[in-house]
């Protein structure tokens, strides 16, 4: 793996370890990262309630545990449907930050978010959504 920062190298450990571990990976802030799933307009693209539709992306209910682009009834690229991801905080943090380099060509238009914490702090939000 070629990392940009040490900073950046600590949390892809910490998200190959989390691939292992079941639950209980709690860098973020839920609290913060509610404010901040918002701020970055996540909010325009996805729904987060049990079963809602979406306004363009999937749903994010149950998105951590979830394999990526496995949603029913959510039309994903064909890149998101063969990532062989299964959502957890590492990955989420990796794929807010840089969407189209962790799942190359996916169709989700967002450039990323800039700060790792924030990142963390959408992942461990995103967390809660189950
Ligand atoms: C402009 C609309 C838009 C914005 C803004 C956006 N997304 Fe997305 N998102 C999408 C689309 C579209 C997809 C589906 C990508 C695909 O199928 O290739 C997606 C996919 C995802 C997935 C994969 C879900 C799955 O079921 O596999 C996650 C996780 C995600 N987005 C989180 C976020 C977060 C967190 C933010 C804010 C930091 C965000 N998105 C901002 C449109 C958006």
């Given at each position: 793996m070629i990392c ?10 910490i998200g190959?370890v ?5 639950s209980?990976f709690?860098?973020?802030?839920a609290?913060s990262?509610a404010?901040?799933?918002?701020a970055?307009i996540?909010s ?6 049990k ?5 363009v ?31 957890d905080?590492?990955t989420?943090?990796k ?33 809660t959504l189950k």
């Open positions: 940009r920062s040490s900073i950046f190298a600590a949390i892809g450990i190959l989390s691939f292992g571990a079941s209980a709690a860098a973020g802030s609290a990262g404010k901040l799933f918002t970055n996540c325009a693209c996805h729904a987060i309630a079963g809602n539709p979406s306004p992306g999937p749903n994010l209910f149950g998105v951590v545990g979830r394999k990526a682009g496995s949603l029913n009834g959510y039309a994903y690229s064909p890149a998101m449907k063969a990532a062989g991801l299964t959502w905080e590492g989420l943090v794929y807010v930050m840089s969407p189209s380099i962790v799942v190359p060509a996916n169709k989700m238009v967002f450039a990323g978010i800039k700060k790792e914490q924030d990142a963390e702090d959408v992942a461990a939000y995103l967390a």
